[in-house]
T-cell receptor
Framework: LAKTTQPISMDSYEGQEVNITCSHNNIATNDYITWYQQFPSQGPRFIIQGYKTKVTNEVASLFIPADRKSSTLSLPRVSLSDTAVYYCLVGDPIKAAGNKLTFGGGTRVLVKP | GAVVSQHPSRVICKSGTSVKIECRSLDFQATTMFWYRQFPKQSLMLMATSNEGSKATYEQGVEKDKFLINHASLTLSTLTVTSAHPEDSSFYIC?????????FGPGTRLTVL
């Protein structure tokens, strides 16, 4: 499974856009990029998944350059409730050992008022 | 989205006792369930992969005789921490998968006194 590297933490303010970049230099052809959000004492929650270019949903956008060696999660106009740890995962969601996921260190995002 | 529940949400036990944690997929049948452990301020660590009707596959370094996993049906997997010790105190999270999606439970906080 491809290893990922993310910043340990990021601070932001309410209403700002938060961009978290994840490096995955040895991503494989069949790998997708998935981001999860985790609040304290809760299980991770799926945010977004993509393979290439740009994916957008009601919560976030995911930007993936052509070489796919990195990806950026963009959270528009964050609020205090977006304070959480964000995990970037890389893998084949369908075939990889029964969807086995390997979590990296995650990025702790603190949104300040 | 699909819902995964865990019971209990938190448990406190004495050292040397055994604790059972249940993971249920409430509105879908899960082909595979995973068990993770998370220590404070750390990432999720995969402990084992559980498939209905077969023995669980444990990750390296996880003692299968200490962490007993039973996957009796397509909607229920249990993790039993046997002879628990204070160092087993952690946040245990399960996830359940369909063909191409993985859903996480809310977690169980285990405190061993």
């Amino acid at each position: 499974l491809a290893k990922t590297t993310q910043p340990i933490s990021m601070d932001s303010y309410e209403g700002q856009e938060v961009n978290i970049t994840c490096s995955h230099n040895n991503i494989a052809t069949n790998d997708y990029i998935t981001w999860y959000q985790q609040f304290p004492s809760q299980g991770p929650r799926f945010i977004i998944q993509g393979y290439k270019t740009k994916v957008t949903n009601e919560v976030a956008s995911l930007f993936i350059p052509a070489d796919r060696k990195s990806s950026t999660l963009s959270l528009p106009r964050v609020s205090l409730s977006d304070t959480a740890v964000y995990y970037c995962l890389v893998g084949d969601p369908i075939k990889a050992a029964g969807n086995k996921l390997t979590f990296g260190g995650g990025t702790r995002v603190l949104v300040k008022p | 989205g699909a819902v995964v529940s865990q019971h209990p949400s938190r448990v406190i036990c004495k050292s040397g006792t055994s604790v059972k944690i249940e993971c249920r997929s409430l509105d879908f049948q899960a082909t595979t369930m995973f068990w993770y452990r998370q220590f404070p301020k750390q990432s999720l660590m995969l402990m084992a992969t559980s498939n209905e009707g077969s023995k669980a596959t444990y990750e390296q370094g996880v003692e299968k005789d200490k962490f007993l996993i039973n996957h009796a049906s397509l909607t229920l997997s249990t993790l039993t921490v046997t002879s628990a010790h204070p160092e087993d105190s952690s946040f245990y999270i399960c996830s359940a998968t369909t063909d191409n999606e993985q859903f996480f439970g809310p977690g169980t906080r285990l405190t061993v006194l």
